[in-house]
């Protein structure tokens, strides 16, 4: 470890001698902790990290329209690399599962979790998945999730008479790795093998101020945040993930974020499309370096209007990417076409399926190529006197990277269309937000499970004793949603629910196994 002194020369051949200015307040023991995170840090790097943040908040804050040098190299995603489960053909969908389930059942699939977020917006303290959104068995998002995964090993098990694993890689930071550690082993790890779950650690970099200053969070203490989701291919170099899954055999990552509770863990259909998107190729064949085998792929959902703040899955300049709702101008974000739909409409939401040996290209040619995005935010610090000062406005810059970065690097990028009331529901803010809300969230899911049970020929009463008939599938998510939960355990994505048939269930109601029990008795 780097001593203090060079520590100091380092800092003030950076700009960034204030970050020491309260060291000799500091006690022996914060002094030393706060040695080792300095030592921690990319110094020789720090300043040009400082100059950048500065340099493009300022060209972000200074861009206020759409960036009109891009709209001639704009196209939507073509037909050929795109698939929907609206407009499919039934038996290519039928086809496409088929293909998820055989290459889960034989243990080439894995999930991976991208939880380093602080949740700041929802207004906890503690990691996401771990938030309780009101469902009425109080399962976390963590335990939804890790029961899809158990649900998914016994189908394809099922299906295929092969006990297989979905080995589940979750992303944490410095704020969430501990925290999650815990609760999973409080909570008997959902049921699942410890050994595969495997949590690993994205890196952390300084916030910085507007005029190119590290922020000090205390006095022996730097304001650091996650490098974001796109800090995925650093972590899985830092922590060895890759020869991890090679090690176990696994081809094919499903990577979502964890705050979707409708998110289809592993989802054969997914998985399926992409291993298996050429019409000509057999269906059960494949080869890590297939040249017709989609190497990344992107789950999206119709855009609700021309204006929906969401990311467009597009190619610019032929090169597949994400383009900001707000880079495009708003009559090109208008146009449709001749069925009527809108021709930039996938948007983007995070859910993505990447080959190991595409990660392993990333990782290894293309991860330095990532360009970082700025955030500003509301960074709390120590001022000049030491008062700690909790701002009201954005004070700070977070240079983050994004999963979706990677795109361009494809050799044969693939996006599928799905349902957004069944597939798409975010937890971000706190209630009282007008979207993306714990109330959103439990409602979206609860109406899902409701269609599902009205599907499988029940009857469902509300809390009064009356029938209330179902919500189109296109209402709002905040709508009240009559309570009936079933459980991943009991159903994956509405199959294996015949039970129900012929049957009236006053809500509220839990289908779990032991519901599931009683009513075939």
Not at 357 to 368: G, H, N, P, R
Request: charged fraction near 25%; proline fraction near 7%.
């Amino acid at each position: 470890m780097p001593s203090l002194q060079q520590i100091r020369t380092a800092l003030e051949g950076s700009g960034q001698a204030h970050v020491l200015r309260f060291w000799p307040e500091l006690g022996s023991e914060q002094q030393e902790v706060f040695l080792r995170e300095l030592a921690q840090l990319d110094l020789p790097r720090l300043e040009e990290h400082c100059r950048a943040a500065a340099q493009a908040a300022a060209a972000a804050q200074a861009a206020c329209a759409p960036d009109r040098d891009l709209e001639p190299n704009l196209e939507p995603v073509p037909p050929e690399s795109m698939g929907s489960v609206r407009r499919s053909d039934p038996d290519c969908l039928s086809g496409w599962e088929r293909e998820g389930f055989l290459q889960i059942s034989r243990s080439r699939v894995a999930v991976l979790l991208l939880a380093g977020g602080q949740g700041t917006r929802l207004g906890v303290s503690y990691p996401k998945g771990m938030f309780d959104v009101g469902l009425p068995s109080g399962k976390t998002l963590y335990q939804i999730q890790a029961e899809r995964i158990l649900k998914i090993q016994e189908l394809a098990e099922r299906r295929l008479g092969s006990k297989c694993t979905v080995p589940w890689y979750i992303m944490t930071s410095e704020f969430t790795l501990e925290p999650t550690k815990t609760f999973f082993q409080d909570n008997a790890h959902f049921g699942l093998q410890p050994s595969n779950i495997l949590m690993f650690e994205q890196r952390m970099i300084p916030a910085v101020t507007f005029d190119g200053k590290v922020i000090l969070e205390g006095k022996g203490k730097v304001a650091m945040a996650p490098d974001g989701n796109g800090g995925l291919y650093q972590a899985l170099e830092d922590n060895g993930v890759l020869e991890d899954m090679e090690r176990r055999g696994v081809e094919f990552v499903h990577v979502y974020c964890v705050d979707n509770i409708l998110v289809k863990m592993a989802d054969p259909l997914f998985v399926g499309f992409c291993v298996a998107n050429q019409p000509h190729r057999r269906l059960c064949g494949w080869s890590p370096r297939h040249p017709n085998l989609g190497d990344c792929g992107a789950k999206v959902v119709a855009k609700a209007h021309p204006a929906e703040p969401v990311g467009v899955v597009c190619r610019v300049g032929g090169v597949p990417q994400v383009v900001e709702y707000s880079e495009i101008r708003p009559e090109t974000a208008r146009l449709r076409g001749s069925d009527g739909e809108l021709v930039y409409s996938a948007g983007n939401i995070c859910n993505h399926f990447f080959t190991r040996s595409f990660l392993q290209d990333v990782v290894e040619t293309f991860k330095d190529q990532l360009k970082p995005h700025v955030a500003l935010k509301k960074v709390p610090f120590v001022d000049s006197c030491g008062n700690q000062v909790k701002p009201t406005e954005p004070n700070g810059i977070k240079m983050e990277k994004f999963v979706f970065d990677v795109f361009p690097f494809s050799r044969n990028f693939v996006v599928l269309e799905v349902q957004r009331e069944d597939e798409f529901s975010p937890l971000k803010n706190a209630d009282g937000a007008p979207a993306d809300t714990p109330t959103t969230a439990r409602n979206a899911l609860l109406a899902q499970h409701c269609r599902w049970a009205a599907a499988a020929g029940a009857a469902l009463l509300d809390e009064q004793g009356i029938g209330t008939p179902m919500p189109p599938s296109s209402s709002p998510e905040n709508r009240p949603a009559l309570k009936c939960e079933i459980s991943p355990l009991v159903s994956y994505f509405g199959e294996g629910l015949e039970l129900l048939k012929g049957k009236t269930i006053r809500t509220p109601f839990i289908l779990d196994g032991a519901a599931a029990a009683e009513l075939q008795a």
